[in-house]
């Protein structure tokens, strides 16, 4: 879960350095993997390297509400 927009740099690059890692291990043992990415940060990032991407959600960080979370 990463913003949709830059205002967290380090929280962004962080969440997706810990994401990444955990592909990686899980693909060493030989695990398939696919992402639900939450904000366009995470969205654009895994898109342009040409992970599996299921699902994606985006647009809604200014104002989340529960059900968005939900």
């Known amino acids: 879960m990463t913003a949709d927009r830059g205002l ?3 929280y ?3 969440v997706i ?3 990444e890692a955990e592909i990686r291990d ?3 043992l030989g695990h398939e993997y696919e ?7 995470a969205e654009g990032y895994f898109r342009f ?3 599996d991407i299921r699902e994606v959600h985006t647009g809604f960080s200014d104002n989340p509400s ?4 939900r």
């Open 26 to 28: 899980h693909a060493q």
């Open 17 to 19: 350095r810990a994401a």
């Open 66 to 69: 529960y059900e968005d979370a």
């Open 35 to 41: 992402l639900a990415v939450v904000g366009r940060k």
């Open 8 to 10: 967290c740099g380090a």
């Open 49 to 51: 390297r040409n992970y």
């Open 12 to 14: 962004n690059t962080s």
